[in-house]
């Protein structure tokens, strides 16, 4: 298959750049996946660790931008676990 799309991309030299951000966004959403699946939220062993989500932090920030709320201060609101 990369056979094929070196000699497409030697007879028609406009393909290149489509090859290219095509590879590009393939590999951002690779990336992305693994980030993804490496976040403090996704168990891969259950008998290791069944509950995961117990072991954050009150003041773990859910949202990328909190515009109004401060983290530092928030009391945990339930039990122990």
């Known amino acids: 298959m990369f056979r094929t799309a070196v000699e497409h ?3 028609h030299p406009g393909l290149i750049p489509q090859f290219f951000f095509i590879c590009l966004g393939m ?12 976040g403090p939220h ?3 062993n259950k008998n290791n660790n069944p509950e ?3 072991n954050l932090d009150p003041t773990y920030q ?3 931008v909190a ?3 401060d983290y530092k201060n928030l009391k945990k609101e339930g ?3």
């Open 67 to 69: 515009i109004s709320t």
């Open 52 to 54: 995961p989500w117990n």
């Open 9 to 11: 991309a030697k007879r």
């Open 79 to 81: 039990p122990e676990f």
């Open 62 to 64: 859910y949202k990328f």
């Open 42 to 44: 996704v168990t891969w």
């Open 27 to 38: 590999g951002g959403a690779s990336l992305y996946l693994i980030r993804l699946a490496k």
